[in-house]
């Protein structure tokens, strides 16, 4: 039986809005933060609730992973974003009830109520049903997930530098991201930047020839989503970086150090001790509570069905943006994509929405601008096909950075970020190489932190960040030996993912 919940009450942010509608934003993403500013003007309260303190630019997470930018990069305080609206309160907590036939969240144990309820709750990854794969193969969805995955990266690199036998150095050396898509693309150019470019100099025993990068994918060319034209150029300009391609190939299973992949001549396997999965996502479980709560449709991947509006059928004063909607009433009849554009504009006129209900004013419609979509290869390097127009090579890049900088919330972010793309364009460097995340020897404070991928029990501590790749070689290295791996119950790893725990 749920435990009782308290009801908040909190003052407003002034005075004036003591009794103004409330409206309670659930989520800090693009959709979110947009919608918060759109009602700026508005005599409206407005709380934006998040289970993390600030806003993530999620298409450079594969730059933290590389480490060519850092966290505070592409990480915006929600407070000093948005914040400091006179008419907005931040609050920190997860929801996790809907009440809707009463107006009100639960999130920290209580109950808050809206007249007006904004759910931007984005998406996480999913492994179709192989959820044990998350230990083997880190996402690529919150900041964690790029550290973790930086951190492998260079605990791999490491430990090749000090490793005699040739063949243990190649598999250290040796990438394997499942999924073509923008993100997997992205991840395997910066990738080969970082191990073949960046770091030839800063170490002195690893032959660069025995780097390998290995991008699994069902279909049969990367980037689908583009015309077929950018995605060969995309294709060849990886290529030239080294990164090699297993088309029509299905991950049947995950080992440590192994990816065991399905194609039409059998199967293969895929010896690596950093494996990156790119290749899926689903929208927020708040989706699923919603639909629980109130019965609404969602569609087959678990997205709200919604109205032109973006409200809820039946419960107009519930809106749902960004990934966690499903969106039809576009010309073409094609939901919106899953992308930081259609987010943006999709929170930024609920918010003129809302704005335009309270005032009482005629209340705008809904057109999506498609810019097109775009993905960078190398240093200066990019593809982009915006509304028809194809670009690639150096001008493809500079459109590319341009978007980039242009979404990115703040001018310091853009100065930063320009900064660095800059003098990694010019130096081949890297700006963000440190290994962290290692046990604390600061004062005896040596707690373990919290399980990655923050959730209990399903890998190994993020503060023990050589545990995957220590059971990746004992893996490997038993192979080569013909041993059997065992777990600590003595029994085989072949299809348990506490052999890395």
């Known amino acids: 039986m749920a435990g ?31 919608a918060c500013k759109a009602l700026a003007q508005a005599d409206v309260r407005v709380t934006l609730v998040d289970k993390r303190n600030f806003n993530l630019f999620q298409p450079l997470l594969y730059q933290v992973a590389t480490g060519l930018v850092s966290r505070g990069d592409v990480a915006t305080p929600l407070r000093q974003l948005v914040g400091r609206q006179r008419n907005v309160q931040v609050l920190l907590g997860e929801v996790t009830e809907i009440k809707a036939d009463s107006q009100q969240i639960v999130f920290n144990g209580k109950t808050y109520s809206y007249d007006h309820l904004v759910m931007a709750t984005g998406s996480g990854s999913t492994y179709f049903g192989h959820e044990d794969w998350r230990t083997f193969a880190p996402p690529m969805k919150i900041l964690e997930h790029a550290e973790e995955i930086r951190r492998r990266l260079l605990m791999a690199m490491e430990q090749a530098e000090q490793t005699p036998d ?13 999924g073509a ?20 100099k800063e170490f002195r025993q690893l032959d660069l020839a025995d780097t390998r990068i290995v991008v699994v994918d069902p279909g049969e060319r990367v980037l689908r989503a583009m015309p077929e034209e950018l995605s060969e150029a995309a294709q060849s300009s990886l290529s030239d970086l080294g990164v090699e391609f297993l088309f029509k190939g299905r991950v049947q299973a995950m080992k440590p150090g192994e990816v065991i992949v399905g194609t039409p001549n059998g199967e293969q396997r895929l010896q690596a001790a950093t494996v990156i999965w790119t290749a899926g996502v689903r929208p927020s479980h708040l989706g699923r509570k919603l639909a629980d709560a109130i019965g609404c449709e969602t569609d087959r991947a ?10 809820v059928a039946g419960h107009p004063e519930i809106r749902v943006v960004g990934d966690l909607c499903s969106y039809k009433h576009t010309r073409n009849g094609k939901p919106l994509p899953g992308m930081a554009g259609p987010a943006t504009q999709a929170g930024g006129f609920v918010g003129k929405d809302i704005a335009a209900i309270v005032a009482g004013t005629t209340r705008p419609s809904f057109s999506w601008f498609d810019f097109g979509s775009m993905a960078v290869l190398d240093r200066i ?24 900088l242009a979404f990115m919330p703040t001018r310091e972010n853009r100065v930063t970020l320009l900064v660095k793309w800059m003098f990694a364009v010019v130096s081949q460097a890297r700006a963000s190489m440190l290994l962290t995340g290692m046990p604390s020897q600061h004062m005896g404070l040596d707690s373990p932190d919290a399980a990655f991928p923050m959730a209990p029990e399903t890998g190994p501590s993020i503060a023990e960040p050589g545990a995957a790749l220590r059971a990746a070689m004992d893996y490997y290295s038993n192979q080569v030996s013909g041993q059997p791996t065992q777990t600590n119950d003595g029994g085989s790893n072949a299809d348990s993912a506490a052999a890395i725990q």
Do not use: Y
Not at 302 to 311: A, H, I, K, L
């Open 381 to 404: 390097d990019a593809v982009a096909d915006l509304r028809g127009l194809k670009f690639k090579g150096g001008i493809g890049w500079l459109l590319w950075a341009a978007a980039h």
């Open 166 to 178: 040739p063949q243990a150095r190649r598999f250290l050396q040796t990438v394997v991201i499942v």
């Open 4 to 34: 009782e919940h308290f009801f908040l009450e909190l003052e407003p942010p002034e005075e004036r809005l003591r009794k103004a509608p409330h409206v309670v934003v659930v989520g800090g993403g693009f959709a979110g933060v947009r």
């Open 181 to 200: 898509g923008p993100t997997g693309c992205e991840m395997a150019g910066a990738t080969s930047e970082l191990m073949r470019n960046a770091m030839r």
């Open 302 to 311: 678990g997205r709200v069905v919604v109205e032109p509006d973006f409200s």
